[in-house]
């Protein structure tokens, strides 16, 4: 039977894989799966004939009650409804919704003799408070004389106007269309059809109802479907741009029902509801009915998952660092709070500290800390009447995740085929965008790369720019869920893998083997390189081949990026891109990119590959002349309409910075030093508690004049500089109730990398100090991303018992098609975003009112790209704070050194020098046995011209064992050694952190 009435949603759900019937409707109120949901006494026969039911009503009932039939357990919440239903029949029938039991509250009532014909009936109805245990019922007793009753089309929903016509398929197809299946029919009432295996795209295969003008408000879609493959149901205009205003995508089964909300505020046409199946490897079969599209809906309030109340590290805790838990509760007193073990005993136990409403998370919370225990165990916290989620307390917790961040990377590489036997058949795909415009493949790119057409430039630019030449510019990393490649966002990510090779040359806890050759799942293992140097090389190429040629305007300059020509759906792999890709024009914030990680990649690839590190160090030279020659060319917002995002940033005093730093490191040369010392960035604050970010790169430049040795006059103030940034990031930490290094006020676009890169200051600030003030602070901070959070979710992949697992990405993309895998373990969610004019359709729908709380300003939905992104200079934030936090072990802060060191150098010469350590014992016990270890931050080399010790070079790092003769140093005694040394090619430097026996032996 065709659906008089179809009805509106109840509750707001998303599309996700597994989604609920609208509470506020009837269950099968179109009877298509006969008695399901429906109960019924008193008629002499009844009959569910899959379109209606019917039932005999016997004559001589005394009252309407004495006969009928309904449906228990509906969820009204207050708001206003509307009751319908078509029926027939010769006697009384009186319709209600009600209360079942209790007082019996009527809350809609329908008294009628509908007759021989089916006639249809609606009354509205309002509900202050939500209905007490309601129920829909057809009261047909008290007639004298038997009768035939017959109801259809039983709903109670919200009001509304419906936008579509014949979505029960009663009617045929018309005026759906469809197209790409193998066979179709609309025999039963319902749209079923064969997909075809094989089809790259959701939408090679769909069927759609065009031609839609929705006028502003809000819209409810609806709808039942079955199936075993991916299916992708939307509203969006059916044109470029493609904007979608609600998505579901759901692997339906056997069957259910789905429905989504949204808000349009303004008048939109050429709309269409589509429904997409295109994509899966296999074939299936299909099935759709009950099509609905109503508008004037009053849209329910969405309510995210959130989880126990009780809020802890789902991971664990180190031994020996802070342990703090968040309850979430409506108590203003202290509450009684247990730990508990995995056998069930309580260990530990205290009461709570109330620390009122938190404004991030609009919640009333109070404080647990369980910072005594430091017995090894799996345990959960248990307080006002709830139990948290698992967790461990132990030491090195994070050195999985310390592999898993930085292993993404891999995955995000383009221009190579990510192999199978790598990282697993699920993970594996073809090599994306390495064939050439004029080859005829599907795939255009990223050889031969034209540049902007000047029509399109002149749009984007103000005036006409584009270029004669092309770039053959494959490799590099993808951005993020997209296909583009960006020099700027590039070239933050690799200077945080730079940087967190770098630290395991300079910070006193690091350990260096953790991060050597063979650690990663990558192919260039067993070339003596470390692993994480590889992986920053293959975006180091990439950013030079995006040069400007010589000869050409804006010669020795780098494109600002390279992407599709309009945006792709997804999902889609690499390799089936057919948009057309241009290079930008350059900018001085790219070139200067290049610049810096350039310097700061020669010194680091120095001793692993000596030309190579040539290389970089001739185009750091090379593109800072170029920018001081273009100063500002800048990259405009409005290049990010078409394709990719704009990366636009019009102060790039802070690029000039960075580059000026990171050549000085290198090379020494005064020139970059006075640039340092000039630039007004140097006295300026570069650590603001909202963190440092791509368009902010003079907080990495002082981090590591801080940190790297160097010679550099002001020196000691950026030491200073880094120290005073981490002391205001942490008392913002300290304040915080969830723990986090990040004000209220900061939740923006990407704000858990935010998090990481305040992490990235306050373990730098510990490298430097040694004060538990800051590991403390990094370790807390950790426990949000981890779970510590209003929503109780980890926003790392894998990592927790709830996590985030659906990023908008377009090819680890799940979600929307089962043979696609999820984001790889160690992937970052972007997080809550409270920026509104960047919210995606997707989670806009959620909150229409923009109302959500900072922390809840989440959802972990695959078409939200505002909240749910995943970006590589968000997951190389991560590499950094893991590989920190690895390296602390039980997380106790260091204890104080019982050796020093003093290198020496007694002369120079060109091509070599003469060094002495001395080697002090500064503790309360004798050294028996001893190795002395350090990295040189450039390419200095140990001659065969040594004494005193058993020598070994590998890369930068030197050890020096001790013979029997020198093995045993008594407390205060000191021991020498020494050693001709070769200064390389680079200026020399002294090493200014050592280790003895792996403990760290500073310089005395």
């Known amino acids: 039977m065709t659906r008089t009435t179809l009805a509106a949603i109840g509750a707001a759900v998303l599309g996700l894989v597994t989604l609920t019937p609208a509470s506020a409707d009837v269950t099968n109120g179109d009877f298509e799966a006969g008695e399901t949901g429906w109960f019924t006494y008193g008629f002499d026969s009844t009959e569910f004939d899959g379109t209606q039911f019917c039932g005999d009503v016997p004559g001589g009932t005394t009252n309407p009650w004495d006969v009928g039939m309904g449906q228990n357990d509906l969820t009204l919440p207050a708001g206003d409804y509307v009751f319908s239903f078509d029926a027939s029949g010769d006697g009384p029938v009186r319709a209600i919704v009600a209360q079942n039991g209790g007082a019996y509250t009527v809350y809609s009532e329908v008294n009628a003799i509908p007759g021989d014909d089916m006639v249809h009936y609606e009354v509205g109805f309002t509900l202050d408070e939500a209905a007490t245990d309601p129920q829909v019922a057809f009261q047909v007793g008290g007639a004298s004389s038997g009768f035939t009753f017959c109801v259809d089309n039983v709903s109670v929903s919200a009001p509304g106007t419906e936008f579509v016509t014949n979505g029960t398929f009663d009617d045929g197809l018309d005026p759906f269309a469809q197209y790409g299946f193998t066979s179709t029919t609309t025999a039963d009432g319902s749209f079923c059809a064969s997909v075809p295996a094989g089809t790259a795209n959701p939408w090679d295969v769909g069927i759609v109802y065009n031609d839609l003008v929705l006028p502003a408000g809000d819209y409810s879609l609806s709808f039942d479907a079955s199936g075993a493959g991916p299916v992708r149901a939307l509203v969006g ?83 020996d660092g802070p342990k703090n838990a968040t309850l979430v509760t409506d108590s203003t007193e202290p509450l009684d709070w247990s730990l508990v073990d995995d056998a069930g005993a309580t260990v530990a136990s205290g009461t709570t500290s109330p620390l009122g409403v938190d404004g991030s998370a609009g919640a009333n919370v109070h404080g647990i800390d369980f910072s005594s225990t430091t017995a090894p165990g799996t345990y959960t916290l248990q307080a006002d009447g709830e139990t948290s989620e698992q967790f461990v307390i132990g030491d090195d917790l994070y050195e999985q995740l310390r592999l898993d961040a930085l292993n993404y990377f891999y995955l995000a590489r383009s221009g190579t085929p990510i192999e199978a036997s790598i990282v697993g058949d699920s993970y594996a795909r073809a090599a994306g965008h390495v064939s050439s415009p004029a080859d005829g493949a599907v795939n255009q790119g990223d050889l031969d790369v034209p540049c902007q057409p000047a029509a399109e430039s ?41 940087g967190t090779f770098e630290r395991t040359k300079t910070a006193a806890s690091t350990d260096a083997g953790a991060l050597g050759d063979n650690t990663l799942n990558l192919p260039e293992h067993d070339n003596g390189v470390p692993d994480v140097l590889d992986e920053a090389r293959w975006e180091l190429e990439f950013m030079l081949s995006m040069q400007v040629p010589q000869g050409e305007q804006y010669a020795g300059m780098v494109h600002h990026k390279i992407h599709d020509y309009g945006w792709t759906g997804l999902p889609l792999l690499p390799v089936n891109d057919a948009q057309t890709r241009y290079l930008h024009r350059p900018s001085t914030a790219a070139t200067l990119n290049l610049a810096a990680t350039a310097a700061q990649g020669a010194r680091l690839f120095a001793p692993y590959d000596s030309a190579f590190a040539a290389e970089l160090l001739s185009a750091a030279k090379s593109t800072w002349n170029a920018a001081l020659a273009h100063p500002e060319v800048y990259a405009p917002a409005a290049d990010g309409n078409n394709g990719g995002g704009p990366y636009n940033d019009d102060d790039v005093s802070d690029e000039f910075y960075w580059a000026a730093a990171e050549l000085f490191i290198t090379t020494g040369d005064q020139q970059y030093a006075d640039f340092l010392l000039a630039s007004p960035v140097q006295e300026q604050d570069s650590f603001p508690v909202t963190a440092f970010s791509w368009d902010a790169m003079d907080a990495i430049a002082k981090m590591n004049l801080a940190t790297v040795p160097n010679a550099f006059s002001g020196r000691d103030d950026v030491v200073d500089q880094v120290v005073a940034g981490a002391d205001a990031i942490a008392a913002v930490q300290q304040s915080q109730e969830f723990g986090l290094a990040l004000p209220d006020d900061a939740f923006v676009w990407g704000s858990n990398s935010q998090v990481l890169n305040n992490i990235v200051v306050l373990g730098t600030a510990y490298d430097l100090t040694g004060a538990a003030t800051y590991l403390h602070a990094a370790v807390e901070s950790m426990d949000y991303l981890l779970g510590r959070n209003a929503l109780g979710r980890s926003y790392i992949t894998g990592w927790g018992d709830v996590y985030s697992q659906n990023q908008h990405s377009r090819w680890f993309a799940a979600q929307l098609n089962p043979d696609l895998p999820h984001p790889p373990a160690g992937s970052v969610a972007g997080g809550p975003n409270t920026d509104v004019g960047t919210w995606d359709p997707t989670f806009a729908n959620l909150y229409p009112d923009a109302d959500c709380a900072p922390q809840l300003c989440y959802v972990d939905h695959i078409q939200s790209w505002a909240t749910n992104e995943i970006t590589v200079n968000w997951n190389s934030a991560m590499s950094w704070a893991a590989s920190f936090l690895a390296d602390q072990d039980s997380g106790a802060a260091a204890a104080a050194p019982r050796c020093e060191v003093d290198y020496i150098v007694h002369g120079t010469w060109p091509g070599g020098y003469n060094t002495q350590i001395w080697i002090k014992n500064t503790g309360q016990s004798t050294i028996n046995g001893w190795e002395l270890s350090w990295a040189y931050p450039g390419d200095d080399e140990v001659t065969s011209q040594a004494w005193s010790a058993q020598w070994n070079q590998q890369g930068a790092t030197v050890t020096a064992e001790s013979y029997p003769w020198n093995a045993t140093i008594k407390p205060g005694k000191r021991t020498t050694l020494g050693f001709i040394g070769d200064p390389g090619a680079l200026r020399e430097e002294v090493p200014e952190q050592f280790w003895l026996n792996g403990q760290s032996c500073p310089v005395g």
Do not use: M
Request: hydrophobic share 35%; net charge negative; aromatic share 12%.
């Open 458 to 498: 002149e749009a984007v630019y103000g005036v006409p720019w584009t270029c004669d030449y092309t770039l053959d510019v494959v490799g590099g990393w993808y951005d993020a869920g997209d296909h583009g490649k960006y020099v700027v966002n590039g070239g933050i990510a690799t200077a945080q893998l730079l």
């Open 237 to 319: 205009v059916n044109g470029a741009p493609y904007t979608v205003y609600t998505e579901i995508n759901a692997v339906p089964g056997e069957g259910d029902s789905y429905q989504s909300s949204f808000t349009l505020d303004d008048e939109v046409g050429n709309l269409q509801i589509a429904f997409q199946v295109g994509g899966a490897a296999d074939a299936w079969d299909f099935c759709v009915d009950n099509v609905s599209l109503v508008g004037g809906a009053e849209l329910p309030r969405y309510t995210p998952e959130v989880g126990s109340p009780i809020k802890v590290n789902q991971v664990g805790y180190l031994t």
